[in-house]
């Protein structure tokens, strides 16, 4: 049912040998939810998933499952078979019985839009059709809580963005409750209903995605979100993302074009001024390098400019 608690981490703590790499991470995963844990590299991300899973020991605090849990690794190990007989193996490890391996996997693989590959060999597929199958297996066992990490790790840039994307459909409909380890803003934004952000082993924030994008409860939040501008504007620091900058000829801030990086849809202009830097995208050609210009801002955070709070 909707609203089941499934998984609860009360303080946990994780070493990887002397060092301490979780600390005193407290969250919780309903029924329903798909909890995306975003961070850099060496943030702690898949200790945390392992310590769930019961692949390493929790040296503190609590974890208390419901349910039946899966494990979806990095690698995409599959045996040399075809795909089809694939997903049926997991189902066989599960203990599903016989009688309803082959319609489960093809269930399986339809939802993750890989039943044209039923009858390939595993060693034939691309590196994004292993992709699928990896994570066709784990939807196929229906558990309770299903792990993933980093299931779109290596892929280029195109196979990684249409991968997510059914992902996240699937994920929606076929299982209790997933909590997936990702490094990128974009596959986070794309699976999850609820993202928890950690950096140095710790939680720094949590919410729904466009409610942290657009309210980050810290400077080092925001940044790590994509907020690539920087202004000081008396005793505040602002920060922006590329939509908030808008040049404009009445704006009241007021810089010069230090920077021009051409994109497919238009380019990517960095603006330098006496307060700051900021970012934005318009259509290829509006301004050259070494421009002057003016600028407002339509929407942006606002934390203490570090003066003001005396930090360094």
């Known amino acids: 049912m909707s609203g089941e608690r499934l998984l609860t981490l009360d303080a946990l703590q994780v070493r990887r040998g002397r060092a301490s790499v979780v600390h005193g991470v407290d969250l919780t995963?309903?029924?329903g939810e798909v909890v995306a844990v975003l961070g850099p590299n060496g943030a702690g991300k898949s200790s945390l998933l392992e310590a769930v899973g019961g692949v390493v020991r929790a040296h503190g605090g609590r974890v208390e499952r419901t349910g039946r849990v899966a494990s979806v690794l990095q690698a995409p190990g599959l045996a040399s078979r075809?795909?089809?007989?694939?997903?049926?193996?997991?189902l066989a490890w599960w203990g599903v019985p016989?009688?309803?391996?082959?319609?489960?996997?093809?269930e399986a693989l339809e939802q993750m839009r890989a039943a044209?590959?039923?009858?390939?060999?595993?060693?034939?597929?691309?590196?994004?059709?292993?992709?699928?199958v990896h994570v066709a297996r784990g939807i196929a066992l229906r558990p309770d809580l299903l792990l993933l990490d980093e299931p779109f790790a290596g892929l280029d840039a195109e196979t990684r963005a249409?991968?997510?994307e059914d992902t996240g459909s699937a994920l929606r409909t076929a299982a209790g409750g997933v909590l997936v380890v990702v490094h990128d803003r974009a596959e986070a934004w794309a699976l999850a209903t609820r993202l928890v952000v950690m950096i140095e082993g710790r939680v720094v924030a949590a919410g729904?995605?466009?409610a942290l994008l657009a309210a980050p409860p810290s400077a080092e939040v925001a940044r790590f979100l994509g907020y690539d501008g920087e202004l000081v504007l008396g005793d505040e620091l602002v920060l922006t993302r590329p939509p908030h900058v808008v040049l404009d000829a009445a704006g009241e801030l007021t810089g010069t074009v230090t920077r021009l990086v051409p994109q497919q849809d238009g380019v990517r202009i960095e603006v330098t001024g006496a307060h700051g830097s900021v970012r934005t995208v318009r259509p290829t050609g509006s301004v050259g390098l070494g421009d002057p210009v003016r600028f407002r801002l339509d929407g942006a955070v606002r934390f203490p400019a570090p003066a003001a709070t005396g930090a360094p």
């Open 162 to 164: 249409a991968l997510c």
């Open 208 to 210: 729904g995605p466009d």
């Open 98 to 106: 016989r009688s309803q391996r082959r319609a489960r996997a093809m």
């Open 82 to 90: 075809s795909v089809r007989a694939n997903v049926e193996l997991a």
């Open 29 to 31: 995963l309903d029924r």
């Open 116 to 132: 044209h590959l039923a009858r390939r060999h595993a060693t034939t597929l691309s590196g994004g059709e292993r992709r699928r």
